[in-house]
């Protein structure tokens, strides 16, 4: 996971450098966000295990980077749900969440024949 959120903050860099014309709103901004940086920071997020640690730095991290695009310090001391709003995202646990229940979706809808079903059909009866 460590490696995945260095992957999606140099991503992160290297887009802000375009985006950072001061004659361009933040939309630009929260869409190329949303579009290439979020899902390098998600990639393969569905099969992880998530310890609160984990959760917790990637939530600093994606919040850090919304922030930065709105352009508010972290002394302003605007809360997180405002910031939210302002980027029209939400927090990167329901992201998680969301993409897992996704995923759980998809195999589940596989033919019965196909081994990635018959393995989570297998782990969901044993656990």
Sequence with gaps: MDVRT?????AFRQLQDICASPKLSNKPDINVYGKFVLPISLYGSETWTWTEVQMGR?????FNRLRRMVGVKLTDRHRLETIREQCGTSSMHLMVHRR???WMGQILRMEEDRLPRQLFLLISKVC
């Design 58 to 62: 990637l939530q600093v991290t994606h």
């Design 6 to 10: 260095v992957r999606a903050l140099a």
């Design 100 to 102: 897992t229940l996704q």
